[in-house]
């Protein structure tokens, strides 16, 4: 097996019980973990622009192989000079496999161990995504971390079903480091196992044994419990290099971020923040906050108080409702600013707590305060189930 020397590295400078503060080098900057990653699905973040992510202090973006290979092509982004240039973002990038993506496309692919075929979402177009192949586009797009193709076994799923799976992702973890040419790209490892604790271990610790730049952890927050997802974690993390970095794959809400960086993960990235602002939803310390609510109506205040982004410093509540009410695109730009801010802030004061040794501190303080969407879901049903027993006596 070659190592392919890269302008790749990672620090791990403290840690607080299973926190880690790190840095990660690359040719297109540095990186400190933890870190969250907004998610630029087409080479673009959703209403940011580069210049707004640079402001907001982002220090690494995330690109999707499958759709920058439909579409507009990783040949014409290598003719454009590469992703960097092509959409004039010079920190550095992730780019996926776009093995999530495909496997998602249960009735458009026909899966074997050589790879797999599926039809374009576009236009039913058929296409092969193989590991070199796989390899090969993210060479063309240059990102500076780059994922092999793996199998992502969906959830739930049985335990002989994940078996294939991770025997195939495997194989196609050795094939992808074997086709890697540039040297200046870093290739990950994809933990996977499903929910099951023997084969997290076994897939830690068979693609450790790779030497690979860096290991990520798919196949989690798929619709597991978050309890389990927790404990898949806490059978694997330990198992890695403690000396490269770690990143959990698609999570991005700020309770699984505190709970997953206590379980040693440095990276993170989610669709979450420019989603749930498209539909008018913030993300403030007790929770999230519908901007769209008719008691925002005359309400002065910034989305969140004390918070320093460009919107929370210029705008109330009041006007962002208009804004949706409006259907404004505006309103979807400046609800953007702020939740990316809320995580990339969250993820600065983890550090720094993290490296002051006050972790445990910071993250029972935040969690008390604060009422993820599933807790005021159960509330929301345990009202209904009183009032349906208030009626029935």
Sequence with gaps: MHKVEQPFSFTLEAADGGARAGRIQTGHGEIATPAFMPVGTQATVKT??????????????LGNTYHLYLRPGDGLIAEMGGLHKFMSWNGPILTDSGGY???????RRQLSDGGVIFKSHIDGSQHLFTPDKVVAIQENLGSDIMMPLDHCAP?????????QALERTHRWAVASKLAQSRADQALFGIVQ??????????????LRELDLAGYSIGGLSVGEPKE???????????????DRPRYLMGVGSPEDLFECVERGIDM?????????ARNGAAFVSSG??????????????????GCACYTCRNFSRSYLRHLFKAEEILGLHLATIHNVHFLLQLMRDMRSAIIDGTFATFKRSF???FRPVDYEVRMRNREARAASLRATK
């Design 101 to 107: 993506q495909v496997f998602s496309l249960s009735e």
């Design 367 to 369: 969690i008390d305060g």
């Design 288 to 305: 999230r906050l519908n901007l769209r609510n008719s008691a925002m109506a005359r309400d002065e205040r910034p989305i969140q108080e």
């Design 268 to 276: 993170f990235d989610c669709v979450l923040p420019t989603r749930i």
């Design 193 to 206: 196992g499903g929910t099951f604790a023997d084969l997290r271990r076994e897939s830690a610790l068979f």
């Design 155 to 163: 959830y739930p799923s049985d335990h002989g079903y994940n078996v």
């Design 228 to 242: 389990v997802m927790h404990s898949m974690l806490e059978e694997c993390t330990p198992l890695l290099p403690e």
């Design 48 to 61: 940011l622009s580069p210049r707004d992510l640079h402001e907001l202090g982002a220090q690494i973006i």
